[in-house]
T-cell receptor, first 114, second 110 residues
Framework: DGGITQSPKYLFRKEGQNVTLSCEQN?????MYWYRQDPGQGLRLIYY???????QKGDIAEGYSVSREKKESFPLTVTSAQKNPTAFYLC?????????????FGPGTRLTVT | GQNIDQPTEMTATEGAIVQINCTYQ??????LFWYQQHAGEAPTFLSY????GLEEKGRFSSFLSRSKGYSYLLLKELQMKDSASYLC???????????FGQGTELSVKP
């Protein structure tokens, strides 16, 4: 079955620690995205990637970093510089960025930093 | 600027019809998406409109008016499982990215 996996579903960290959230897709999609969702709010774009070895900042990239070394994988690192890291993080992919196809979402990772 | 507005909450009765509105002001337009999201889960795709008019898909329909910057999602024969958040998202012409509204939390009551 093709899809997007994110792990773990729940993640707990102490303040000041960096943490990496994984995202893997086997849909052969070129474009991948990371969103953050806070209670009662819509999705906000953190980073996106159109192709391997290339990625762009979204609307709220500060305090986050990504890499795209393989087509299937787009891990997100939440650094200690991110002031309010506790949130629900969603990874998505689509066939391409500049085409009119929907984005497919992974199940999400709920990160709690204390 | 970019702005997408949806009502925060709506309540409807099982078996009824509900219309969820979305208005948008964006620097470009290249299509509008509706997603459904159950609590704590991933959003799932419902519909896509790029031309004016109504798109029907089973119990769900979506309408777009580009001149008015307006869309709605119509849900018929409501079921309890339709209780969820409904997200409106506009594709930005420049970058192809999606801009999401805050979502409308729909509660379906017996």
């Amino acid at each position: 079955d093709g899809g997007i996996t994110q792990s773990p579903k729940y993640l707990f960290r102490k303040e000041g620690q960096n943490v990496t959230l994984s995202c893997e897709q086997n849909l052969n999609h070129d474009a991948m995205y990371w969103y953050r969702q806070d209670p009662g709010q819509g999705l906000r774009l953190i980073y996106y990637s159109q192709i391997v070895n290339d990625f762009q900042k979204g609307d709220i990239a500060e305090g986050y970093s990504v890499s795209r070394e393989k087509k299937e994988s787009f891990p997100l690192t939440v650094t200690s510089a991110q002031k309010n890291p506790t949130a629900f993080y969603l990874c998505a992919s689509s066939i391409g960025l500049l085409v009119s196809y929907e984005q497919y979402f992974g199940p999400g990772t709920r990160l709690t930093v204390t | 600027g970019q702005n997408i507005d949806q009502p925060t909450e709506m309540t409807a009765t099982e078996g009824a019809i509900v219309q969820i509105n979305c208005t948008y002001q964006t620097s470009g337009f290249n299509g509008l998406f509706w997603y459904q999201q159950h609590a704590g889960e991933a959003p799932t795709f419902l519909s896509y409109n790029v031309l004016d008019g109504l798109e029907e898909k089973g119990r769900f329909s979506s309408f777009l008016s580009r001149s008015k910057g307006y869309s709605y999602l119509l849900l018929k024969e409501l079921q309890m499982k339709d209780s969820a958040s409904y997200l409106c998202a506009v594709r930005d012409r420049q970058g192809g990215k999606l801009i999401f509204g805050q979502g409308t939390e729909l509660s379906v009551k017996p």
